[in-house]
């Protein structure tokens, strides 16, 4: 079977080519799936990002909304207070106009 000494290197070189080819072929195919799971990671942490964005946004806009209304609310309350002393200075001069009499 093996004559010569050159026989026996050489199947145990195409024992290790075959061996090595096999190793790296796993390796390349464990790293392909790593690369291929963290491109799912990277998606899923990128849909959430937007997704975040957006509710900032919203959040954002209800809070200029409601600020606007707050501002609405307060000129409203100035001008009712105004109003209401006012209406209280006129009736005092009233009385006092009545007492005088």
């Known amino acids: ?12 070189l195409s ?3 075959f061996a090595l080819t096999f190793f ?4 390349i ?4 799936s790593t690369m291929h799971r963290l491109h799912q990671i990277a998606k899923r942490i990128e849909m959430g990002v937007t997704k975040a964005e957006e509710i ?6 209800k809070m200029r909304n409601s600020a606007t209304y707050f501002m609405i609310l307060g000129e409203i ?8 002393q006012e209406k209280r200075a006129e009736s005092q ?5 009545t007492k005088k009499k």
Request: charged share 20%; aromatic share 12%; hydrophobic share 55%.
């Open 1 to 12: 079977m093996f004559s010569t000494s050159s026989d026996i290197l050489n199947l145990v």
């Open 15 to 17: 024992v290790c080519v």
């Open 24 to 27: 790296l072929c796993l390796a």
């Open 29 to 32: 195919y464990y790293f392909v």
């Open 56 to 61: 900032i946004a919203i959040a954002k806009d």
């Open 77 to 84: 309350a100035k001008r009712a207070m105004a109003f209401v």
């Open 93 to 97: 001069d009233k009385k006092s106009k």
